[in-house]
Structures are given as C-alpha cells and as structure tokens.
C-alpha cells in the first residue's frame, strides 16, 4: 500500500461553505485526520445549500472528515 504524505497530521476545524470544506478534503486525501465540529442544530449549511439543484453534491466537499453524518 502507498505511503500518505501527511499521515500523522491531525486537523480540528470549524467550517462551512464550499472552499474550507474543499480543502480539508483535499487534506484527508493525503492521509490527514480531519474532525470537523458541525453546528448540533442543522452541521453544515451545504448540506442543504442545493437542493432541488444537484442532489447531495455536498457529500464531495463534506466527506473525508471524522465526524461527518450523512443526512439524506
């Protein structure tokens, strides 16, 4: 199996929108240990942001996080 460059890095964030999300992403892909700490009331407000538009398009920016929760 291939060595991920960051295996070691652990990464506690708060975030929202498109871009941070993107990045931390980005980040769990070289091996890092994201925690994203989500608002209890509703997480991340992309989740919703396009509804009715491209259906759980979300799940690409928000995956790759430790605490991440699907809802569907």
């Not at 992403?25 to 925690?35: C, F, S």
Request: one cysteine or more.
């Amino acid at each position: 199996m291939k060595q991920l460059p960051l295996p070691e890095v652990i990464i506690v964030l708060i975030e929202h929108a498109i871009a941070a999300p993107f990045c931390t992403r980005q980040l769990a892909d070289y091996g890092t240990w994201v925690i994203k700490i989500e608002h209890p009331e509703g997480g991340d407000f992309a989740r919703n942001c396009e509804k009715g538009i491209i259906d759980n398009s979300h799940i690409s920016f928000l995956s790759g996080k430790e605490s991440q929760i699907y809802i569907f």
